[in-house]
């Protein structure tokens, strides 16, 4: 009967499972951003089925139907900005069952206010992420959640860089 419990349990966390919200100011930190260099790992266990190639794939399709450029390799232009892309993944060999999160993060050049001849730094200023609960059968739900955090940060680089109207014809 316990088992059934946490099953039960971390099968409702699944479907109620939501990407954090984000203070309203931080997508400002996106702000005439030109492009970022794409980085992505798993950590931990790596649910088969699920490659860094394919996980890659998914987020370059992502953010190039979005409008947003993505860099071959970091460009001191866009701050040398960072989109990484990280997976951890626990497998709970009892239950049979994948503990996971998604977490992306922007990481780019800043300039402290309070000391402005200091040299650029590399700080976080974005970041969303989701922790979920899945079968070995459903790594799909992975990347549904990987789906959710990359909507997230369009949603977030929309706000404040939006697409240019196109002319009609």
Not at 38 to 61: A, W
Not at 117 to 140: C, M
Request: aromatic share 4%; net charge neutral.
């Amino acid at each position: 009967m316990k088992i059934l419990v946490v099953i039960c349990l971390c099968l409702s966390s699944v479907w109620s499972s939501r990407a954090e919200l984000q203070p309203s100011d931080t997508k400002e930190s996106l702000r005439g951003l030109g492009g970022v260099f794409v980085i992505s790992q798993f950590i931990d266990v790596q649910p088969e089925g699920l490659t860094t190639n394919r996980i890659e794939d998914l987020i370059k399709t992502t953010l190039n139907d979005a409008g947003i450029p993505v860099d071959a390799k970091p460009i001191k232009a866009h701050g040398e900005a960072n989109l990484s892309i990280t997976i951890s993944t626990i497998k709970d060999s009892q239950l049979g069952l994948y503990l996971f999160t998604v977490e992306i993060a922007v990481t780019q050049d800043v300039k402290l206010s309070r000391q402005p001849n200091v040299p650029l730094i590399s700080a976080e200023t974005w970041k969303g992420s989701l922790q979920g609960i899945t079968t070995p059968d459903r790594t799909d739900v992975i990347e549904q959640g990987l789906k959710q955090c990359l909507n997230q940060f369009v949603t977030s680089y929309r706000a404040v860089n939006p697409r240019e109207a196109r002319p009609t014809l």
